[in-house]
Every structure is written in structure tokens, then in C-alpha cells.
């Protein structure tokens, strides 16, 4: 893999651990406790802190500031300008950094454009949350998630297609759909998507 590249304008403050293939833009600050894998990107004005854990292959594109208590796992996806948080209840005059909450978003997860994430949920892998989406509750693994709150509109695949599935299926019944672009296979039982074979 290529070495680690960082732009003169960016900061990468001593002790911080980037793997190979890394892409580092302008003005982004990465604190000095930050983890992250290799073959990120990191676009320009982006801040990680430095409780943060970030696996392979992410990208975080512009304006993005990853705060304390958010882990991203390999693949996942921040569109620009999209917003983490960490206390759930902040006030200026009232320091509540013992009370960060954790924010978990797995593998694979899309994180559209100007979204915000409020802390202390998971978002599952692969799901996908629209842009401009605010999302307050725990996303399942293929979901795809709208609106403001965010909502449960369908189901996307891997590739990012969405699935020809409803939202919701008989705890015994078994409804499949395949991605219309890699011919994956989906299976709907209840409320969750897994993939059966791809």
C-alpha cells in the first residue's frame, strides 16, 4: 500500500497513529490519542479527536469533525458536512465531559451529506442515512433512514442499491430480494435484512 500522505496546512499532532495509504488534506487536525486504520481520507477542515477509532478504508469528506466516544469501522462513509455529537444534553456553563456518550457506526455504513448522528446509538452495517437526516435511535444493519427525525424508508444493499423488500416482514416468513447490481441475495425476516449470498 502507498505511504501516508499529509498536506503542509494540516496538523497531526505527535502520537497519533495512521495506517498506510492514508490521505490527509488541508486544515484537518488529528489529535494525538486518534486511531485510525489505513487507506483513509480525510478531506479538507476535518477535526478527529482523540478518543476516536477508525477502522480501513474510511472516508470522511469535508467539514466533518469526528468528536471523543465515535468508533467508525472499516468502509464507512461521512458525507460533507455531516455532524457527530457526544453529550447529549450540553450547556455552556455545565462541563459534562465524563458523560460523553458512544457512538458506534459499522461496517460499510453510508452517513449522507449534512446528517447529524446524535450520540450514544449504533448505526448498523451498511445502512444507509439520507442526506440531511437526523438520526436519535439505534439504525439496523441495511437500513435506509430519512428524514428529520429519521425515519425507516427501505432497505439498501452493499453496493448501495436499494432493495425491492418492505419494511417489515412475518417473524417466519422469508421475503428475498437481490441488488440489482452485483445480484446479491437479501433476506427479510421481521425487521431485520441479512445477506444470504453474495
Known amino acids: 500500500m502507498a505511504a501516508t500522505t499529509i498536506h503542509p496546512s494540516a496538523i497531526?499532532?505527535?502520537g497519533a497513529q495512521l495506517g498506510d495509504g492514508?490521505?490527509?488534506?488541508h486544515f484537518v487536525h488529528i489529535c494525538a490519542k486518534a486511531r485510525i486504520g489505513r487507506g483513509c481520507s480525510f478531506g479538507q477542515n476535518v477535526f478527529v479527536g482523540n478518543d476516536v477509532l477508525i477502522g480501513d478504508n474510511v472516508k470522511v469528506q469535508n467539514n466533518v469533525?469526528?468528536?471523543?466516544?465515535v468508533t467508525l469501522e472499516d468502509d464507512v462513509f461521512c458525507g460533507p458536512s455531516m455532524v457527530f455529537t457526544n453529550v447529549y444534553n450540553p450547556r455552556a456553563a455545565v462541563t459534562r465531559k465524563d458523560e460523553y456518550r458512544?457512538?458506534?457506526v459499522k461496517r460499510g455504513a453510508t452517513l449522507g451529506a449534512n446528517c447529524t448522528v446524535v450520540c450514544g446509538i449504533t448505526v448498523g452495517e451498511y445502512a444507509f442515512v439520507?442526506?440531511?437526516?437526523?438520526?436519535?435511535?439505534?439504525?439496523?444493519?441495511?437500513a435506509l433512514m430519512v428524514g428529520v427525525p429519521a425515519r425507516h424508508a427501505g432497505w439498501m444493499s452493499r453496493f448501495g442499491e436499494r432493495l425491492a423488500l418492505p419494511l417489515r416482514g412475518e417473524a417466519e416468513a422469508q421475503i428475498e430480494a437481490v441488488c440489482p447490481h452485483t445480484g446479491d441475495r437479501y433476506r427479510?425476516?421481521?425487521e431485520r435484512v441479512e445477506l444470504v449470498a453474495g
Request: overall charge neutral; glycine content about 10%.
Open 188 to 190: 427479510l425476516r421481521g
Open 130 to 142: 439520507g442526506a440531511g437526516a437526523v438520526v436519535n435511535r439505534d439504525v439496523p444493519p441495511f
Open 102 to 104: 458512544r457512538t458506534l
Open 65 to 69: 469533525s469526528i468528536y471523543d466516544a
Open 22 to 25: 492514508c490521505r490527509v488534506w
Open 12 to 14: 497531526v499532532d505527535e
